[in-house]
């Protein structure tokens, strides 16, 4: 029997190493070069027993092509899409318009060194880009092919962009409105941890009801059971006591309950086939 297709995409970074940029936490900071193997192994196995093995995109982060190029190696080895997250964990619009577009073209030249393919993706860290950014998606339409950092509840969502010199072919991930349509959701992440899978699945059948592509995103850390990337008290110590003791609650919420993510995968590609890598869309 036919199944419709949905398209894993996975955001590649390492949680631990951005978040402490983020706040300072950690002097010696470095790449967790071990852990983010662990979790790519996690993710093909996952991928070679449900999805058939399937290639698929990571949009990975371009600070792991310049100090672990090993990594997006494996991946593009593998057959992967190597697709651009920007070059650090941040909110694009948190830097002005000439050092994002600094930061995109730094990361494509690094990634295409290390992996000699043309990068045609990109996904904005945070889906922080939003309609009003125009200028924003002027640089990406000027650098990609396509883009998938909107969360748009349909396409005519994008009507709200004057297209006439923004060329790019968009791949949102839609949400959907539930609970009186009070909530949105978005299919991945930390909604697919806290909310029943029947959500999931609503929002699928939604989004294929417009005749759009059903995108679910997710992260290394999600595939992890042990909270691997969590960071102890005594990593925090030398912030003041209100930030360490908030930040080591809100950290649960990257970093526990994976394997009811896990379950909710397994099952929705019960249902649909992989649709594989967003690059062959266009």
Same mark, same amino acid.
């Given at each position: 029997m036919y199944k419709k297709?949905?398209?894993?995409?996975?955001?590649?970074?390492?949680?631990?190493?951005?978040?402490?940029?983020?706040?300072?936490? &950690?002097?010696?900071?470095?790449?967790?070069?071990?852990?983010?193997?662990?979790?790519?192994?996690?993710? $093909?196995?996952?991928i070679d027993k449900n999805l058939n093995g399937d290639k698929i995109t990571f949009f990975?982060?371009?600070? &792991?092509?310049?100090?672990?190029? $090993?990594?997006?190696?494996?991946?593009?080895?593998?057959?992967h899409e190597i697709a651009c997250h920007y070059y650090n964990h941040k909110k694009i619009t948190d830097d002005t318009l000439d050092n994002f577009e600094y930061n995109l073209l730094k990361s494509k030249e690094k990634f295409e060194n290390v992996?000699?393919?043309?990068? *045609?993706?990109?996904?904005?860290?945070?889906?922080?880009?939003?309609?009003?950014?125009?200028?924003?998606?002027?640089?990406?339409?000027?650098?990609?092919?396509?883009?998938?950092?909107?969360?748009?509840?349909?396409? $005519?969502?994008? *009507?709200k962009i004057s297209c006439e010199d923004i060329d790019i072919n968009f791949f949102p991930v839609f949400t959907s409105k539930f609970f009186f349509n009070i909530l949105k959701y978005k299919?991945?992440?930390?909604?697919?941890?806290?909310?029943?899978?029947?959500?999931?699945?609503?929002?699928? &059948?939604?989004?294929?009801?417009?005749n759009e592509k059903p995108i679910i995103y997710l992260h290394p850390y999600e595939f992890l059971q042990n909270k691997e990337f969590a960071f102890n008290f005594e990593e925090l110590k030398h912030k003041n006591f209100f930030f360490s003791s908030y930040f080591m609650l809100r950290q649960n919420q990257w970093n526990s309950g994976n394997s009811f993510i896990i379950k909710k995968l397994k099952k929705i590609f019960n249902v649909y086939e992989s649709g594989g890598k967003i690059e062959n869309l266009i």
């Open positions: 297709k949905i398209f894993l995409t996975i955001d590649f970074e390492d949680w631990k190493y951005d978040t402490s940029v983020s706040y300072s936490i &950690l002097k010696n900071n470095k790449i967790n070069e071990k852990l983010l193997f662990k979790t790519y192994f996690n993710i $093909q196995d996952f990975c982060t371009g600070i &792991l092509a310049e100090k672990f190029p $090993q990594i997006i190696k494996e991946i593009s080895k593998n057959g992996t000699n393919k043309p990068l *045609k993706g990109f996904r904005a860290p945070k889906f922080s880009i939003h309609h009003s950014h125009r200028d924003y998606l002027k640089i990406v339409s000027r650098i990609f092919k396509y883009d998938s950092s909107l969360n748009l509840n349909s396409m $005519q969502d994008l *009507k299919p991945g992440g930390t909604y697919m941890k806290l909310f029943p899978y029947r959500i999931l699945y609503n929002n699928i &059948l939604e989004t294929l009801s417009k």
